[in-house]
């Protein structure tokens, strides 16, 4: 009888007999497929259905510098299915708290013959009160029935800390393992106003492979699931809130583009603006993207949190070079889609990013057609200073020009913000995050007008 054999994410199947077998995820592209566990191999943190990515090797000679066209692959997303973070029971499953909304946390106390009172103050003492608890010791008045079924039938999170990394001006970087050995990257930033954000990762890596950003040069690992986001959140409060005091806000600018893994993304947000649980406000929950068009529209429509788009660009050319995705969904149909989908909001506006690339899209001509491109898009512009890192291309633009690029914006009617570098020396700053393995993201073709602006980068 013939043998099959299928390379997976984490296992490797045979008809016979599965072996666990660990393997590289890399920016490669990925295909869904659903395997079943058989019982011996079942683990309390996965479902009984599990979607794994499977991987092919590309040719990636469209990357390359030497390249003389000018098209590139771009994975669709299609090909990097979301992880969906079910919490479904079997009986050798454990449920991860953090993983579930309130109504899901009420549904499962109810069916273990408890009543949803007792859900509720479950959920406060994961989220609320200064208690965030982390065992079923921390869950202080809760009836002794409901904590013994707790600890035999539930896990609180999905993170285990690994490090934190204090930068000299305040900045902490909190690094996680998850279940698979994975290391993601969480980001808390104190700010002299009172204001303190934490910065949480959405996938580990990231498949857009904007070119100048570390993350990108990872390729993607994988998304993090509902429980992964929101613990971020939830271990920045419970490890710094006595250090830097209330953690205010949540920008999900962390590792990964958010959009790309939106199931996740939506349901960690209503967790974390929910008012009997973190209670951040929703317009203090950020969320980032690249310009992923149909989950920006879908987004719009379900979530009250406030949107970022990160644009660094003012001609198709330039981002099709530095942001890939652009090659996908052009400036003109992104705009418009914001325009479209804001105006049904009120008093909404999008936070759009613009990282600085010396000599790439910082002239004053950049500034102008950034005024032209925005206009009826109720909007804010954050001008942001690059973060260099090992292997980059590119180099900071001055902070002068940066101010002058300012003024044409303030000018043309704008609201303009400026961000300059915070954690920076400790790879803490925006677009340093992440750990580059052996396999890397391929090197965008640069168009030959900027050759001579990245040669003063070496």
């Not at 099959?4 to 199947?13: D, F, K, S, Y």
């Not at 408890?114 to 010791?137: C, E, H, S, T």
Request: glycine share 6%.
């Amino acid at each position: 009888m013939s043998t099959t054999m299928r390379r997976l994410g984490i296992i490797t199947l045979t008809n016979s007999a599965a072996v666990v077998t660990p393997t590289l995820l890399s920016s490669t592209a990925a295909f869904p497929g659903t395997l079943t566990l058989p019982s011996p191999l079942r683990n309390h943190r996965l479902t009984n259905s599990i979607r794994f990515h499977e991987y092919r090797s590309l040719s990636f000679s469209c990357f390359s510098s030497s390249s003389s066209s000018s098209a590139a692959y771009l994975p669709s997303l299609e090909e990097y299915p979301s992880t969906k973070g079910s919490v479904a029971r079997d009986d050798n499953q454990k449920v991860i708290l953090k993983g579930m909304t309130y109504a899901a946390l009420q549904e499962w106390v109810q069916s273990h013959g408890f009543r949803p009172g007792q859900a509720l103050m479950l959920w406060k003492r994961l989220y609320k009160d200064n208690i965030w608890a982390n065992n079923v010791d921390e869950l202080e008045g809760l009836n002794k029935d409901l904590k013994r079924m707790i600890s035999e039938h539930a896990e609180f999170g999905a993170l285990s800390f690994k490090d934190i990394r204090s930068a000299s001006d305040g900045t902490r970087k909190i690094l996680f393992t998850l279940d698979d050995g994975l290391v993601i990257e969480t980001v808390v930033i104190p700010c002299d106003r009172g204001r303190t954000t934490v910065c949480v990762s959405s996938q580990v890596g990231c498949a857009m492979n904007c070119q100048f950003c570390y993350t990108g040069r990872m390729g993607l690992k994988r998304n993090l699931t509902t429980a992964e986001i929101v613990e971020q959140a939830v271990y920045a409060r419970r490890l710094l809130s006595h250090e830097v005091g209330s953690i205010t806000n949540v920008v999900f600018m962390g590792m990964g583009e958010p959009f790309h893994n939106i199931d996740n993304v939506i349901k960690a947000a209503n967790i974390m603006v929910d008012e009997n649980g973190l209670h951040f406000s929703p317009r203090k929950v950020t969320v980032s993207t690249s310009g992923l068009v149909p989950q920006l529209k879908r987004f719009l429509r379900e979530s009250n949190c406030a949107l970022a788009v990160s644009l660094n660009a003012t001609t198709d050319e330039v981002r099709n070079w530095i942001m890939p995705i652009n090659r996908k969904y052009k400036l003109s149909l992104l705009l418009e889609t914001l325009r479209e989908g804001l105006s049904s909001k009120h008093k909404y506006k999008v936070l759009f990013e613009y990282v600085m690339l010396a000599g790439v899209n910082d002239s004053m001509d950049d500034a102008r057609r950034l005024v032209e491109l925005v206009q009826g898009i109720p909007c804010k512009i954050n001008l942001i200073q690059f973060n260099p890192h090992s292997g980059s291309q590119f180099i900071q633009t001055e902070e002068d020009k940066m101010i002058k690029f300012r003024n044409v914006l303030a000018e043309g009617g704008c609201t303009v913000l400026m961000r300059f570098s915070r954690g920076n020396d400790q790879m803490a700053a925006c677009g340093q995050l992440g750990m580059i393995g052996a396999v890397q993201a391929p090197v965008m073709r640069v168009p030959e007008q900027f050759r001579a602006a990245l040669k003063a980068s070496v």
